[in-house]
Structure formats: C-alpha cells, structure tokens
C-alpha cells in the first residue's frame, strides 16, 4: 500500500476527502488520537479507492475554539480568516470580535465581509463595524447575488476561512466564488455520510494556483477559553503597545492605578467598548475554570 502526501480538502467528524497526487481519497484516520482537520497536510496510506491518514505534518496555524470542557479544530493551515456578516439578520458584534481574537492569536489576518449590501439596513450595519475598522480591520462591501468581484482580490494569494453566523449568505458567497458548489457540496457530503446540508462539513476549494477557500458551517458561538489572560490581551491588536506599561506586572486591567489600558481608554486611544469586551471575556473565563 502506497503512503501519499495530499491536503484535506472536505472534514466531517473524523471522515476525510484528502486531495493527493492521485486523486481524491475519502479517509479516515489511524487511531483515536490523530487529528486532522481542513487543510491539513497528511501522509496517507492507500489502500484500494480508500485511505487512511497515518500523520499530520507540521502547521502554520491552527484556528479552534474551546469552552471549559472541549475544544473544537476548525481550520489549519489558515493564512485569513474573512467573517461574514450581513445587513439583515442582524449579527453579533461580540461573536465577531471573538472570531478575529482568535484569529490574532495564531497570527493570521483577519477582514469583514459584509455582505447583502443592496438592503437598506447596510449603512448601520457599516456603522457597527466601525469599532473594528478604525483599528485597522479591512472591510469588504458586497451583494453575494450580484457581484462578489470586490473580495477576490482580498482573497489572492491567501488561504482564506469563511467564518460567520447562519443567514449571513455565505453559502450564496461561495456559490458565487465557485459555480456549481452545490452540486459538488451534495458529492462531498454523501462521501462524507453527513447529509445533503451544505452547513455540515468544512470544505476547501481552490480559487487559482496561489488562492484556496475554507467555507466552514455557521456558528452561534465561539469560546475563547484555550486563551489565558496573556493571551487574551495580546489577542487586542490596539492593546499591544500598553501591555507591560502598567504600574503593577500583575494588572489584570480593572481598577488598579497606573493601569495603561484604562488611561488609554479615557484618553480616547482605545475604544472603552473593547476594554470592556476584555474584561467580559476574562470573567467569564475564570468564572469557567472555577466550576471545573
């Protein structure tokens, strides 16, 4: 039996479609403890139309969340994460936010994308990107329905994950990035024995030579415990330039004096709506690890 090197392209649970050389495998993987996610590269071992994956090699980036108790892969091998949102239904900033937060954790770009912009809701809905934007956050405005040539060239030369909320038209964006992805969705997804839903599996399409797209399935939620209060912090792209200039190297950033983050914040050089949300999502954490 053959040992091939190929990249997942399609994941559900632990079935696998890895592009090889060859062809395309559907997959398993070896023992309960391997794993692999979208856009990993592994070793495969085939046998017959079948194959199954022996090794994961080394990874640029691993995008996850995790709550107290489970953490969940989601991409690897990811260069920028695009958050999809929508004028209507109203999205979450906060589920946003922790997307890009653990995005910058694994040092990987981050842009909105904000689509369904013929509605009339699309002015405040840009207006509610605006705490991201004048950070520095890149901001795409489209119709997925009509016209979705505004994005390409923000996703050249990247390995984009497609992340956002259910009814932002993602799977309409990816339709019209890639025609025809119905129809090969319906064949990953009988592959992959996870139904006919194009929500059910991450899939990777490769848009030319030096582009690949990640299109993940919607999320209501996105933990951020697998951060401590470091990384946390760091995670703040704005923040940066304070950490490890408070009075205290102990400052958790509340309401101890000399806290650079709260000057920054009533000098107006931090939003205060961002050190809140850092302080919510420390809470949270702490209030989670003390029910473990």
Same mark, same amino acid.
């Given at each position: 039996?053959?040992? *091939?090197?190929?990249?997942?392209? +399609?994941?559900?649970?632990?079935?696998?479609?890895?592009?090889?050389?060859?062809?395309?495998?559907?997959?398993?993987?070896?023992?309960?403890?391997?794993?692999?996610? =979208?856009?990993?590269?592994?070793?495969?071992?085939?046998?017959?139309?079948?194959?199954?994956?022996? +090794?994961? *090699?080394?990874?640029?980036? &691993?995008?996850?969340?995790?709550?107290?108790?489970?953490?969940?892969?989601?991409?690897?091998?990811?260069?920028?994460?695009?958050?999809?949102?929508?004028?209507?239904?109203?999205?979450?900033?906060?589920?946003?936010?922790?997307?890009?937060?653990?995005?910058?954790?694994?040092?990987?770009?981050?842009?909105? !994308?904000?689509?369904?912009?013929?509605?009339?809701?699309?002015?405040?809905?840009? +207006?509610?990107?605006?705490?991201?934007?004048?950070?520095?956050?890149?901001? !795409?405005? *489209?119709?997925?329905?009509?016209?979705?040539?505004?994005?390409?060239?923000? *996703?050249?030369?990247?390995?984009?994950?497609?992340?956002?909320?259910?009814?932002?038209?993602?799977?309409?964006?990816?339709?019209?990035?890639?025609?025809?992805?119905?129809?090969?969705?319906?064949?990953?997804?009988?592959?992959?024995?996870?139904?006919?839903?194009?929500?059910?599996?991450?899939?990777?399409?490769? &848009?030319?030579?030096?582009?690949?797209?990640?299109?993940?399935?919607?999320?209501?939620?996105?933990?951020?415990?697998?951060?401590?209060?470091?990384?946390?912090?760091?995670?703040? !792209?704005?923040?940066?330039?304070?950490?490890?200039? =408070?009075?205290?190297?102990?400052?958790?950033?509340?309401?101890?004096?000399? =806290?650079?983050?709260?000057?920054?914040?009533?000098?107006?050089?931090?939003?205060?709506?961002?050190?809140?949300?850092?302080?919510?999502?420390?809470?949270?954490?702490?209030? +989670?690890?003390?029910?473990?």
């Amino acid at each position: 039996m053959a040992v *091939l090197t190929g990249q997942v392209v +399609a994941a559900f649970s632990r079935r696998f479609i890895v592009a090889t050389a060859a062809g395309e495998l559907p997959c398993q993987v070896r023992g309960r403890h391997l794993r692999a996610v =979208c856009g990993d590269q592994v070793e495969v071992r085939r046998d017959g139309d079948a194959g199954v994956i022996e +090794a994961v *090699l080394p990874r640029a980036s &691993l995008l996850y969340r995790s709550d107290a108790f489970k953490s969940k892969a989601i991409a690897a091998n990811v260069t920028q994460l695009a958050v999809v949102v929508a004028a209507r239904p109203s999205f979450s900033m906060e589920l946003v936010q922790r997307c890009i937060l653990a995005a910058e954790d694994q040092g990987i770009a981050s842009l909105l !994308v904000l689509n369904k912009a013929d509605l009339p809701e699309t002015p405040a809905a840009r +207006a509610r990107l605006d705490l991201l934007t004048r950070i520095g956050y890149p901001l !795409v405005t *489209l119709s997925a329905l009509s016209d979705v040539t505004p994005l390409q060239p923000a *996703l050249r030369g990247h390995s984009t994950l497609l992340i956002g909320q259910s009814g932002m038209g993602k799977s309409t964006l990816i339709n019209a990035l890639f025609p025809g992805a119905d129809a090969a969705t319906a064949e990953y997804s009988e592959a992959l024995d996870s139904g006919r839903h194009t929500t059910t599996h991450t899939r990777l399409r490769r &848009l030319d030579a030096v582009s690949t797209v990640i299109d993940s399935p919607g999320l209501q939620e996105f933990a951020l415990q697998h951060l401590d209060a470091g990384a946390l912090a760091h995670a703040f !792209v704005e923040f940066r330039p304070y950490l490890g200039q =408070c009075r205290f190297r102990d400052c958790k950033h509340e309401v101890e004096p000399g =806290c650079r983050l709260q000057e920054a914040a009533a000098a107006g050089e931090i939003d205060p709506a961002r050190l809140q949300l850092f302080r919510s999502l420390r809470r949270l954490q702490q209030n +989670a690890a003390q029910r473990l």
